[in-house]
């Protein structure tokens, strides 16, 4: 079946440390891959996407690139800050109209 | 407006008692889903709907859980005869149109805590 799995939280970094959140999946067909992010108090946000082999997503200095041959998508920014406190869920879609989710990896960043 | 709502944002119930969860997605949605996050778990998957059409139930957990999305914009997620183990975040999104690179848009959630 189709899965996610996320690195174990949480991840404790200093401010302008850099941050890599590993994602491995397993599915069935060609998936997206999507990282949505998750503030204290709010819903889930997209950050990045990517549709297919190779493909980079990035967006607020988060970046991760979609590997075929290592069936993952790893979440990375250079410099973090405090205000990337979050918990990050790696996500796919298969095309049957659902997302899978990993279990989320806390963030935290001190000043 | 601008994103998805949820209502209520949190809701006690008394074991055996029945809720209703209320969604509006964004305006023009064609897609809606909900899903359950239990604490600190990842979202998983109860149901979809394209228009009015409840196309995908199967993670539905029981028998007690019920959606409906009559004119194809708002939807309503129904809880019968409440039990603890269904406490947690009912998180509702929408996505414009269906398909596999498409966006879903996730709105703050409904926590529910059954007593």
């Known amino acids: 079946g189709n899965s996610v799995t996320q690195m174990e939280g949480p991840v404790t970094l200093s401010e302008e440390a850099f941050l890599t959140i590993n994602c491995t999946y397993t599915a069935t067909g060609y998936p997206s891959l999507f990282w949505y992010v998750q503030y204290p108090g709010e819903g889930l946000q997209l950050l990045l996407k990517a549709t297919k082999a190779d493909d980079k997503g990035s967006n607020k200095g988060f970046e991760a690139t979609y590997r075929k041959e290592t069936t993952s998508f790893h979440l990375e920014k250079g410099s973090v800050q405090v205000s990337d406190s979050a918990v990050y869920f790696c996500?796919?879609?298969?095309?049957?109209?659902?997302?899978?989710f990993g279990t989320g990896t806390r963030l935290l960043v001190s000043p | 407006g601008a994103g998805v709502s949820q209502s209520p944002r949190y809701k006690v119930a008394k074991r055996g008692q029945d809720v209703a969860l209320r969604c509006d997605p964004i305006?023009?949605?064609?897609?809606l889903f909900w899903y359950q996050q239990a604490l600190g778990q990842g979202p998983e998957f109860l149901t979809y709907?394209?228009?009015?059409?409840?196309?995908?139930k199967s993670g539905l957990p029981s028998d007690r859980f019920f959606a409906e999305r009559p004119e194809g914009s708002v939807s309503t997620l129904k809880i019968q005869r409440t039990q603890q183990e269904d406490s947690a975040v009912y998180l509702c999104?929408?996505?414009?149109?269906?398909?596999?690179?498409?966006?879903?848009?996730f709105g703050p959630g409904t926590r529910l805590l059954v007593l």
């Open positions: 996500a796919l879609y298969t095309g049957f109209q659902k997302l899978v």
């Open positions: 305006s023009g949605h064609v897609s």
């Open positions: 709907f394209q228009n009015e059409a409840q196309l995908d």
């Open positions: 999104a929408s996505s414009l149109v269906p398909g596999i690179g498409e966006t879903q848009y």
